[in-house]
Structures are given as C-alpha cells and as structure tokens.
C-alpha cells in the first residue's frame, strides 16, 4: 500500500475524545533528531532522559522534547534551551516558560506539585515567568515514532511559520498519529486531530478570545479520555463555547460504558454517558502500520441536563 493510500484510509475516523492526558506538560527544547522514544534516544543525555521518565511517574506531569520548525541536522547543544510549563485543568490554567542553560535542573522541580497546579517550584529551580507571548501549537513531528507525524505534521508546522504564526513548536509525541497532523494548543491543553491551518489558526485566536474551536477538537488533556468526549459534547449541546467554565467533576464506570458528570461554572451540571465503541471498518493505525486495526473510539450516547433536584442524589 501507498504512503498516500495508508494516510487516506485513516481519515474517516471522528477525532473527539481522543486526546493526549496530562494535567500538566513539560516542555524542553532539544534539536537535532529523535529517536521513538525522545526522551532517551535523541541527544539528550539518556541518563537525564530516565531520570525524568521516572520523576514524573504518576505526577500528571507529561515531559516532551520541543524544537523550532525547520531542518534538523544536527547542531551541537543549544547553548540556551527554552522550558515551559503549562497546567491544563479550567479554572486553574497557566503557562510559565524559562530558560536554562542546565537540563538536569529539571530534575530538581516539584513534579507532584507541578501535576497538582503548583507553579512555584519552576519558579525557585528554573526562574519561570508567566508566558507573555502568544499560545503555544505544539505540532507532532517525530517521524520515528510514526511516519504519518513527518509526513504530514512538519509541512504544517512549516506552513504555520511561514504564513506568520508565532508560538509554534515541534514536538515528539502526542499520540493518536492516526490523525495526524496532531497539534495542541496550550495553555488550554486541547488537541486537534487532522489539522490543517486555517483549523490551528481559529485554534490560536480562540486562546486569546478565551474560547475553545471545537471543530477537529480531540479533547482536553487534563481529562481521561471519557470525560474529553462528555466536555465536547456539552459545549455543542449547550452551545457554551468559553473556555474555563466546564469541568469534569466525576466519571462513574469501567469500560465499555461511563457516566460522567460535568459542571458549569454557573452551576449546571450534564450527565453523559459514553460508550466505547470500536472504529469500523478496519484500518491501519497509523502509516507504518499493515495490520488492519479497530482502534477504540469514544461514542456519547446521550446528554441530559440534571435539574437542581437531581444534583442533591
């Protein structure tokens, strides 16, 4: 099968409720090449890169490699990495970004009060400010991880950059290549599967509009994954498309089925209920797969918005 024929058998699959989790992303700068597995096999100290798999274990904190779009012949250290940090739950988002010219500094960062909300510690190791500039589109590139994510995400970054776009980064790995290209915006923490530019650029304004584009939306990171699809599907149902006023407040369930709660910040609550289903008919998962698959997908079977005497039970 084709490049162009495997990517095109991948696009009839919906993108919602799909994205990556972290209710906190670490973000280093590192060029040159990447290997499947970055964080220990890119030019990064691979020592540094165990390390900091396991001091985020459990945290919430999700750690990924960043570069600037372009070539990516190797170019010796950078003598100054840019770091950032970005915590995703609504109501509590905030992006910091520093510099370092250390990595293993991160090492000495609170990653359990970072996946908490805690920015302070960025503060006192790093000397992390609030980000001032614009969102930030991590575009997903790494190629050894999967070739739909060089294939198509680096000409989107490129594209991005070209037409003028500030904020946009590399990144290793996102997840869910098969709808690649994948981006996420920070610091709201959604992502967007299939994306084109015109999509990441709404994407963009709508950060600093405060509103979420629910159009390509794969969800928000700081969910599992059933509750990125309850959130999506009460934005469209209540037609309320502010950022920061959902919040998932409970999941109840085990798969293939969840009932998940979501809040407003006025006060309604949704139930909904999700149901596991499978992606039919069967397909390749990504471009270097050639075992057809039925990846799991997330399917909302109902929403029902609970009146005050429901919300006491």
């Known amino acids: 099968m084709s490049r162009c024929a495997t990517v095109s058998r991948v696009l009839d699959e919906p993108v919602s409720g799909t994205a990556p989790t972290a209710t906190t992303w670490l973000l ?3 060029p040159g090449p990447w290997g499947s597995k970055a964080l220990t096999s890119s ?3 691979p020592a540094l890169g165990r390390a900091l798999e396991a001091a985020a274990d459990r945290t919430g904190v999700r750690i990924a490699l960043v570069r600037r779009p372009g070539r990516h012949a190797d170019p010796g250290p950078p003598p100054v990495r840019q770091v950032y940090a970005a915590h995703t739950v609504p109501g509590r988002v905030w992006l910091h970004g520093a510099t370092t010219v250390e990595p293993r500094r991160l090492l000495d960062l609170d990653f359990a009060a970072l996946g908490a909300g805690d920015h302070r510690s960025f503060g006192t190791v790093l000397g992390g400010r609030p980000h001032r500039g614009d969102p930030l589109a991590l575009v997903c590139t790494n190629g050894k991880r999967d070739r739909c994510c060089a294939l198509l995400g680096r000409p989107l970054a490129t594209e991005l950059v070209a037409s003028g776009v500030r904020g946009v980064w590399e990144v290793t790995h996102l997840g869910g290549h098969r709808f690649a290209p994948t981006v996420l915006v920070l610091p709201y923490g959604y992502a967007y599967g299939r994306a084109g530019a015109h999509t990441v650029k709404e994407a ?3 950060v600093q509009e ?3 584009l629910v159009e390509g939306c794969r969800g928000c990171s700081a969910w599992e994954r059933p509750g990125q699809a309850a959130e999506l599907a009460v934005r ?3 037609d309320e498309y502010r950022a920061g006023v959902l919040s998932v407040v409970r999941t109840e ?3 293939p089925r969840w009932e998940v709660t979501v809040a407003h910040a006025d006060g309604r609550r949704w139930r909904v209920t999700v149901a596991q289903g499978a992606s039919l008919p069967p397909r390749p998962e990504s471009c270097g797969a050639e075992v057809l698959g039925t ?3 997330m399917d909302v079977v109902e929403v029902r918005e609970l009146r005050p005497t429901a919300l006491a039970s």
């Open 28 to 30: 280093l700068e590192q």
């Open 43 to 45: 030019h990064l100290d």
């Open 204 to 206: 963009l304004h709508g």
């Open 210 to 212: 405060g509103r979420v």
């Open 236 to 238: 469209t149902a209540a």
């Open 253 to 255: 369930g085990t798969a």
């Open 295 to 297: 990846p799991a997908r």
